[in-house]
């Protein structure tokens, strides 16, 4: 295709974008940051923008820049074994591990939860997720385009609910900001930066990636100059409107505490803010949206991790992988959205810098000339420290060793530790590369005297 791409496309395409990566379990973090930030909600806001919009685009335009076709493709730039091993791990984070069960137990504290006595919620958590996961592997058996037309009109409903909820919430807060939780009262933004991660949209990244690319490919661009382009603009389109809706939830939940108190997790803090102002009758509507929002998600997180999975081991069949996610998800979404993101924080922790690095040297790799070492020894020096920063949210302490990171490692007490390794490792690999050319280049010309 020669020339520009109409504004109208773009346009969709940055929508499309939004709608990707504004899923109903990304309204809970903001909330629940707003509520833990207080008075440093701006701060803190300031960081999670970072992780949970800056960096899950520069993921899309690492695609379009790659010019590879799959996470695996652009993964084995490191290894072969790394580029499956890595792909897996985050198929399983934004899938059963993770994310398909996190929309189950969304759904369940926003939707039901709320109109449940304070006995106990096991049994009714149960049942649900058990009629919502099966839902879901009925419509991943079956992909029709009931999905996506409930998407599309329900995505346009949400959103005005939300920007009603918003509003409101700016013109009539609830109350005052309170003090910041412990957590946020030194380094809010760096604090910030951190819970980004349990958004996971920059593992995400990796996967709608694909989805956008192929259709700039589809409507006719050619180049990489016009992908990117594209890519640009659209990512342009999605940022603003994330910012937007991100900002405002976490204003709102920040002015929650006066009258609401420190909630569990931010599907409380929602729909709480929806009864305070709406009643019972918002806390319908909320959890009737935000549950049909979950359960689109939901299919097409089970659709992308059957269909990989199906690729990797053909000899399992689609079918079965769908069964057997859908029925993983549900048993996994039983120990409640509080105890799942708690669980969700050290691993994410672990592989989310090697993430933001695999990203970096994407837009780096002609600089280097694509040597292996570069990606390899960076990534390596990333993961030691990565590693250490999710046994240290797990719980796990090892004194020496975090004596010795705090000592020599700048940013590693605010879990950011990895950055200048990956700095170092990266250089080191570099010079490697350039020492093993020069010596091959050397040996070639002995060879031809």
């Not at 569990?264 to 959890?287: I, K, M, P, Q, W």
């Not at 004596?403 to 605010?414: A, E």
Request: charged share 10%; aromatic share 14%; glycine share 10%.
């Amino acid at each position: 295709m020669s020339g520009k791409f109409p504004t109208s496309y773009i346009i969709v395409i940055g929508l499309m974008l939004f709608a990707l990566f504004f899923g109903a379990g990304n309204l809970i973090f903001p909330a629940m940051l707003g509520q833990s930030a207080g008075e440093n909600i701006w701060v803190a806001n300031a960081g999670f923008l970072v992780t949970g919009v800056g960096l899950p685009l520069l993921g899309i335009l690492a695609f379009g820049f790659s010019g590879k076709d799959n996470l695996q493709s652009l993964a084995s730039r490191v290894h072969p074994i790394y580029g499956i091993v890595f792909t897996i791990i985050l198929y399983l984070s934004i899938g059963p591990f993770f994310a398909i069960p996190r929309a189950g137990t969304v759904s369940f504290e926003i939707g039901v939860k709320p109109f449940l006595s304070q006995n106990g919620d096991s049994v009714p958590l149960l049942i649900f997720t058990g009629i919502f996961f099966a839902v879901t592997c009925i419509l991943s058996l079956n992909p029709s385009k009931i999905v996506d037309i409930v998407g599309k009109f329900l995505t346009p409903i949400k959103l005005t609910f939300i920007g009603i909820l918003v509003i409101i919430a700016f013109i009539f807060p609830i109350s005052q900001f309170q003090a910041p939780i412990p957590d946020y009262q030194v380094n809010p933004f760096f604090k910030g930066f951190q819970q980004g991660y349990l958004t996971m949209d920059t593992l995400a990244s990796f996967v709608f990636g694909i989805i956008i690319i192929n259709a700039i490919k589809e409507k006719g661009a050619t180049t990489k100059k016009q992908i990117m382009s594209v890519c640009i603009k659209a990512t342009g389109i999605a940022a603003i409107i994330l910012v937007l809706f991100y900002t405002a939830i976490a204003y709102m939940g920040a002015s929650s505490v006066g009258k609401l108190g420190y909630l569990d997790n931010g599907g409380e803090v929602l729909a709480g803010v929806s009864h305070y102002y709406f009643g019972s009758y918002g806390n319908v509507l909320l959890g009737l949206l935000i549950t049909v929002a979950c359960l689109t998600t939901s299919v097409g997180l089970v659709t992308a991790c059957s269909s990989f999975f199906h690729s990797l081991f053909p000899k399992i069949s689609y079918k079965v992988i769908t069964i057997v996610l859908s029925i993983f998800s549900a048993m996994v979404a039983n120990i409640g959205l509080t105890h799942l993101i708690t669980i969700s924080e050290p691993v994410l922790t672990v592989i989310y810098p090697l993430a933001i690095v695999l990203i970096a040297l994407t837009f780096l790799h002609s600089l280097f000339n694509g040597h292996r070492k570069v990606y390899q020894i960076s990534l390596l020096f990333t993961f030691i420290i990565s590693l250490f920063d999710g046994l240290t949210v797990a719980g796990f302490q090892f004194h020496s060793v975090d004596d010795f990171f705090n000592q020599y490692v700048p940013l590693y007490s605010i879990g950011l530790g990895w950055g200048l390794p990956a700095i170092i490792g990266g250089l080191i690999g570099y010079f490697i590369s350039k020492l093993k050319h020069k010596k091959y280049t050397v040996l070639e010309d002995i060879k031809q005297k």
